[in-house]
């Protein structure tokens, strides 16, 4: 079944505790993205990827990092959380432009 | 970049009720996603519509491009069709990112 797997779904945690949420996909697909979603903010990209090695920032960067050392695998890196990283995440994945984006089943992680 | 909104922001729906729900976005678009976000936070993939009609049981959307705005419908509404719908568009311009809609929430009611 093709489908964009995240891990953990849940995770409560205290600031400046490093954090790794990992996303994966079994689609080969080139493209790869993180969004945060938050009341009345809506979904916002972190960073993107267009293949291995290959990443930029997207709207909201800050307190971020990410790496695409495999094709399937886009971690997203939280070295120091702070509380208002607190939300929901969501990695996607597609072929390219003008395909549809898959969406894993979010990550909604809570700093405290 | 792109603008997408959504109308209305708010439904209210007896169940067995048909609605429609309306996304316009401001520029030229070559990938348009329907979701629906169900109360777990899910993001339910829909519809991929950039253009044309497209259904799948009690819904349907229809896309018209060149007027910059899609359309969703929801025939004989359910209970579990309550959640938030967003209509996203992909901005090749911005990293292809896709940009989300406000969302519109909807309440069916039993």
């Known amino acids: 079944e093709a489908q964009v797997t995240q891990n953990p779904r849940y995770l409560i945690t205290v600031t400046g505790k490093k954090l790794t949420v990992t996303c994966s996909q079994n689609?080969?697909?080139?493209?790869m993205s993180w969004y945060r979603q938050d009341p009345g903010l809506g979904l916002r990209q972190i960073y993107y990827?267009?293949?291995?090695?290959?990443?930029d920032k997207g709207d909201v960067p800050e307190g971020y990092k990410v790496s695409r050392k495999e094709k399937r695998n886009f971690p997203l890196i939280l070295e120091s959380p702070s509380p208002n990283q607190t939300s929901l995440y969501f990695c996607?994945?597609?072929?390219?432009?003008?395909?549809?984006?898959?969406f894993g089943d979010g990550t909604r992680l809570s700093i405290l | 970049g792109i603008q997408v909104e959504q109308s209305p922001p708010d439904l209210i729906l007896q169940e067995g009720a048909n609605s429609t729900l309306r996304c316009n976005f401001s520029?030229?678009?070559?990938?348009l996603q329907w979701f629906h976000q169900n109360p777990w936070g899910q993001l339910i993939n829909l519809f991929y519509?950039?253009?044309g009609t497209k259904q799948n049981g009690r819904l349907s959307a229809t896309t018209v491009a060149t007027e910059r705005y899609s359309l969703l419908y929801i025939s004989s509404s359910q209970t579990t069709d309550s959640g938030v719908y967003f209509c996203?568009?992909?901005?090749?311009?911005?990293?292809?990112?896709?940009?989300f809609g406000g969302g519109t929430r909807v309440l069916v009611k039993p």
């Open positions: 689609m080969n697909h080139e493209y």
């Open positions: 990827s267009m293949n291995v090695e290959v990443t």
């Open positions: 520029d030229s678009v070559n990938n």
């Open positions: 519509i950039p253009s």
């Open positions: 996607a994945s597609w072929n390219r432009w003008g395909q549809p984006q898959h």
């Open positions: 996203a568009v992909e901005d090749k311009a911005a990293g292809n990112k896709l940009t």
